[in-house]
């Protein structure tokens, strides 16, 4: 059975930068995409990063330019860099994969407080 593992959310002062990593364990064939999406305490879940097959990347609106999103194909990871990051970048981080379904991790918390 195919599992998504996160990794790397945890306490950050507004400015500074963290890396999530989100690993699949399993018989992983045929990804199409990995990516990453975000909720915030009574917020709506939003998109943040992706990345697909042939290597292209997307961004929502509000990391553009911040987050960088990565893939270690020998490794079935997905990375996403976090950086200058601001308090309402506080959220739950999911990760999730396409194969021929979607599935998803079990999120990584991530808060940016002085």
């Known amino acids: 059975q195919v599992q998504l593992v996160e990794s790397g959310g945890g306490l950050v002062q507004p400015g500074g930068s963290l890396r999530l990593s989100c690993a699949a364990s399993?018989?992983?064939?045929?990804?199409?995409?990995m990516g990453w999406f975000r909720q915030a305490p009574g917020k709506q879940r939003e998109f943040v990063a992706a990345?697909?097959?042939?290597?292209?990347?997307l961004y929502g609106t509000s990391v553009k330019g911040r987050f960088t999103i990565s893939k270690d194909n020998a490794k079935d990871t997905v990375y996403l860099q976090m950086d200058n990051l601001k308090p309402e970048d506080t959220a739950d981080y999911y990760c999730?994969?396409?194969?021929?379904?979607?599935?998803w991790g079990q999120g990584t918390q991530v808060t940016v407080s002085s």
């Open positions: 999730y994969m396409d194969t021929d379904i979607r599935r």
């Open positions: 990345i697909i097959s042939s290597g292209s990347t």
């Open positions: 399993g018989s992983v064939s045929s990804i199409t995409a």
